[in-house]
């Protein structure tokens, strides 16, 4: 299993009445994309969300997050959070609300 199904199903769960919102398989994981920009994402047990680099340090303090190092190094405006994190829906709502809120801030992509 590359990513988490049943995280997965909760985030969609959440990210479905979103309008402007898609459903993509990436890098082995999930992620879920607002006016063509990644948001929101599962790799393997976590949730990736990309927080921008104003709300970096913010997320980092919250519980279960930590730096998103895909690439082995840190990657600014992109935290991970584990399962304690997003244990409930409302926490897991939160996040997903946070890295929604981010991407409202982007131009959307032309198609």
């Known amino acids: 299993m590359a990513y988490d199904e049943d995280l ?14 898609n459903e993509i398989s990436m890098f082995g994981g ?3 994309t607002l006016n063509g ?3 929101v994402g599962v790799m393997n047990d976590d949730l990736m969300v990309r927080v921008g680099p104003d709300g970096h340090d913010a997320a980092l303090k919250q519980p279960g997050a930590r730096p998103m190092d895909f690439t082995k190094r840190p990657m600014k405006g ?5 399962s304690k ?3 409930n829906g409302r926490s897991l709502a939160k996040w997903v609300k946070m890295g929604s ?5 982007l131009p959307p992509k032309s198609r």
């Open 78 to 82: 992109y935290v991970y959070v584990d």
């Open 37 to 39: 920009h990644m948001f």
């Open 101 to 105: 809120d981010f991407a409202s801030t």
């Open 8 to 21: 997965a199903d909760r985030v969609r769960r959440i990210v479905e009445p979103m309008r402007g919102t």
């Open 85 to 87: 994190g997003t244990a």
């Open 30 to 32: 999930l992620c879920f």
